[in-house]
DNA sequence: CTGTATCCACGATGATACTG
DNA sequence: CAGTATCATCGTGGATACAG
């Protein structure tokens, strides 16, 4: 499962290795973060506050690394490190955008939907 | 955690709890092959190998009680169960395909931003 | 054929303490 | 401030056997 640069494994699309990290837990909310302005690091983990340390890191990391975001460090005192989206990473936000319009417009519909097969008629509901 | 159908709440919003269920590992690539014609559980679970049965009816349970697909079940012997898209489900067909789109534009972009991540100047890379 | 039930492994994530 | 290190936990997902 190393030696994959060819597209002969079917299962080395695009899809799975590009989407599996955008749609992690955290990255979509950090990108929204960053489309107005540039952020630091404690300002991120303090506008999502239920993220850990360890998770906000990890998640720049992982989008520093696909080049979606920017990292820049200030030498100053102390030190200050500034985040920011990359052409690339402006370039998904519309599509990210229209998801949450989409999630907007169906929640209420998914939402009952969810109340419907919740209530009584769960699997085979030929029962009753 | 449960009263809450108000956006009260800033975690109650419709993304996480839309798009957390949509970004699944399967349920991109299972809402795709119901695209064209409806589909039977087994032939759904030969079009994706890597799927486990567990995994694929846990999928579909889920997709079915958000309304994104419908289940079917016809009274043959042996059993035959059909599912199918929804029209909601139809709806996000376009954004997955906007994605699709994306990732496949960006795969050699982000391969090759990985690649130089990972050569050396790896976090601060100012040297050199 | 279309699942369900169980058990289990692994990664993802959180909590906490420590560092430059 | 901006992380890293370490440990604990929890859910996701696979394997297998069983069932209607």
Redesign the interface.
């Known amino acids: 499962m190393e030696s994959d640069s060819e597209f002969g494994d079917p ?1 080395n699309c ?2 799975r ?3 599996d990290r955008i ?1 992690s ?1 955290w990255a ?1 909310v950090v990108v929204f973060m960053l489309e107005a302005e540039p952020q630091r690091f404690n300002m991120l983990a303090r506008s999502i506050p ?1 993220v850990s340390k360890r998770m906000l890191t990890r998640t720049l990391r992982d989008l ?4 979606i975001i920017a990292r820049t ?1 200030f030498p100053t005192n102390p030190p200050s490190v500034e985040y920011s989206l990359s052409e ?1 990473g402006r ?2 936000l519309p ?1 990210f955008w ?3 319009d ?3 417009e ?2 209420a ?2 939402r ?3 109340r419907r ?2 209530s009584g008629f769960a699997s ?1 509901a ?1 029962l009753n």
Chains 1, 2 share one sequence.
């Open positions: 299962c695009p899809i290795d590009v989407l749609g837990k979509m239920d520093e690394r696909d080049g460090v690339m370039s998904i599509l229209k998801l949450i989409w999630s907007v169906k929640h519909n998914i009952e939907s969810r097969f919740d085979d030929l």
